[in-house]
C-alpha cells in the first residue's frame, strides 16, 4: 500500500531562514513517482516538482531544492532564505505507476514571519 | 493559473440537497480526477476519467457520481448531501500518459461546498 508521512505538521520560522519540510512514503513498487505540491492562503494546489524513482539527482529552482534519497524513501524539500510569500501548506505527494491517482500526506503548514 | 478552471468557487447548500461541480481540464489533457480535501480526511482521491471513461476510483461515496463528457469537461454530483460532505473539491487534470508513466496532475482553484 501507498502512505506519504509529512511528520512536521506546523513550522515557523522568520524570513531569510533556511527551512526544510520533511516526506517519508511508503511503496511496493519499484518505480513510482513523487511530487510536492503548494496550498498558498487563496486554495489552490499548485505544482512544484514531479521526480520518478529512477532519477535519484537533486534538483534546485532558485530557492527551492528537493532532496531525494531511495535508501531512507524521503523527499525533502527545503526553502532557502525564506521569504513571507512561502508560507503556504506543502503537500507531498506519491504516485504509483500506472496507478495515476495521488497519495498525499497530511501537509505541512508553513508559516514565515516578517 | 494551471489552466484547470472549476465552477462554482463556492457552493453553500442544506443536508439532503443535491449539487453539480464542474470543471473543465486544460487544452489536450485528456485525464480528469476529483479529489476531496477535508480537515479530517485531508486530500483523497475520488475517482478518474480518461477521455470519456472511468479509470480509476478512490474513497468515492455511492452518493457520489461523475462523469466526462465528450468535450472533455467533467462533473461531480453529490447527493443526499450530509454535514460532513462540507469540503474543498478539487478538479486536476493531467496530459495523455506515454506507457504506464505517470503525468503531473494539475489543480483547479476547487469548489469550497459548506453543507448547513
Known amino acids: 500500500a501507498q502512505k506519504v508521512t509529512q511528520a512536521q505538521t506546523e513550522i515557523s520560522v522568520v524570513e531569510k531562514e533556511d527551512v526544510t519540510l520533511d516526506c517519508v512514503y511508503e511503496t511496493r513498487d519499484t518505480t513510482y513517482y513523487l511530487f510536492w505540491y503548494k496550498q498558498p492562503p487563496s486554495g489552490e494546489l499548485v505544482f512544484l516538482i514531479r521526480r520518478n524513482s529512477f532519477d535519484e539527482q537533486n534538483e534546485i529552482s532558485g530557492r527551492y531544492s528537493w532532496n531525494f534519497q531511495k535508501s531512507t524513501s524521503s523527499f525533502n524539500f527545503t526553502i532557502t532564505a525564506s521569504q513571507v510569500v512561502d508560507s503556504a501548506v506543502y503537500f507531498c505527494a506519491l504516485s504509483e505507476q500506472g496507478a495515476q491517482k495521488l497519495v498525499f500526506g497530511q501537509g505541512t503548514r508553513l508559516t514565515i514571519n516578517p | 493559473d494551471s489552466g484547470v478552471t472549476q465552477t462554482p468557487k463556492h457552493l453553500i447548500t442544506a443536508t439532503g440537497q443535491r449539487v453539480t461541480l464542474r470543471c473543465s481540464p486544460r487544452s489536450g489533457d485528456l485525464s480528469v480526477y476529483w479529489y476531496q480535501q477535508s480537515l479530517d480526511q485531508g486530500l483523497q482521491f475520488l475517482i478518474q476519467?480518461?477521455?470519456?471513461?472511468?479509470?480509476a476510483k478512490g474513497n468515492i461515496l455511492e452518493r457520489f457520481s461523475a462523469q466526462q463528457f465528450p468535450d472533455l469537461h467533467s462533473e461531480l454530483n453529490l447527493s443526499s448531501l450530509e454535514l460532513g460532505d462540507s469540503a474543498l473539491y478539487f478538479c486536476?487534470?493531467?496530459?495523455?500518459?506515454?506507457?504506464?508513466?505517470?503525468?503531473?496532475?494539475?489543480f483547479g482553484p476547487g469548489t469550497r461546498l459548506l453543507v448547513l
Open positions: 476519467y480518461y477521455n470519456g471513461e472511468e479509470r
Open positions: 486536476a487534470s493531467s496530459p495523455p500518459a506515454g506507457g504506464l508513466n505517470t503525468e503531473t496532475q494539475y
